[in-house]
C-alpha cells in the first residue's frame, strides 16, 4: 500500500504487477492496467506516489537477462495507462534493437526511490553503484559517490520538511546537504 497526498488524496495497493487504487473521498476500489512486464522481468515491490500530483505514480521492473537493467514506469492517470509497458518496449526494440532497450533503463538495481522535497520532480534511489539522482521523473539517471566511503546505497531517506538527504550504506549513516551531489559521514556506523 502507498498514499498519494493530496485533496482528496490517493491510496494504491499493489500484488506481483496488479495495482487497486481509489481517491480517498471514494469508497469504490478501481482495478487499474497492470504495471511491470509479466514474467519477462522482475516487478520492484515499490509503488511511489508524487507528492504534487495523487494520480501520478511510479514504478518499477528489473531485467537480468543481459545483466541487470532497471526501467522506471510512469502514470500519470492513477494507474490506468503506463509507460515502458510491454507493447511500447517491444517497438523500441524492433526499431532500434537491444542498445535502445538499454537506454530506457539503468544498469544496476533501484533500492526505494524517493521524490526529492526540495526540488520537484526529482527522484532520488540507492544501487549497488552509489546514489542515484534524475531530475526528469526517472527517465534518466546520474551516480553520484563524492564522500561515499562504500558506494553501495541500501536506503535513501528525504525528509518532508528538509533538503537534507540521508543513505545507508554498508560503511554507515550518510548525508547530503546538496541534493546528493557529495555526502559526509552522519556519525552512525
Known amino acids: ?13 499493489a500484488l506481483n504487477g496488479a495495482m487497486f487504487t ?8 478501481t482495478r487499474t492496467a497492470n504495471y511491470g512486464i ?4 522482475q ?25 541487470v537493467l532497471s526501467i522506471v514506469q510512469h502514470s500519470r492517470d492513477a494507474g490506468a495507462h503506463w509507460t515502458n ?27 526505494t526511490p524517493v521524490y526529492s522535497n526540495s526540488e520537484p520532480g526529482t527522484l532520488y534511489a540507492g544501487s549497488d553503484k552509489g546514489f542515484l539522482r534524475s531530475a526528469d521523473g526517472g527517465d ?21 520538511h528538509s533538503a537534507w538527504i540521508f543513505a545507508g550504506t554498508p560503511a554507515g549513516l550518510y548525508l547530503s546537504k546538496d541534493g546528493g551531489t557529495t555526502w559526509q559521514d552522519a556519525n552512525l556506523c
Open 85 to 111: 509497458d510491454m507493447p511500447s518496449i517491444f517497438d523500441v526494440f524492433t526499431k532500434g534493437g537491444y542498445a535502445a532497450v538499454m537506454r530506457l533503463g539503468i544498469p544496476t538495481e533501484l533500492t
Open 22 to 29: 481509489r481517491s480517498l473521498d471514494d469508497p469504490a476500489w
Open 43 to 67: 516487478t520492484y515491490p515499490w509503488l511511489i506516489p508524487d507528492p504534487g500530483d495523487p494520480g501520478h505514480v511510479i514504478a518499477g521492473f528489473k531485467s537480468t537477462l543481459r545483466g
Open 140 to 160: 534518466s539517471w546520474e551516480t553520484l559517490t563524492s564522500g561515499l566511503d562504500i558506494p553501495i546505497v541500501r536506503t535513501v531517506f528525504a525528509p518532508r
Open 1 to 13: 500500500f502507498t498514499l498519494a497526498p493530496g485533496k482528496p488524496g490517493r491510496i494504491y495497493a
Open 38 to 41: 509479466g514474467e519477462v522481468a
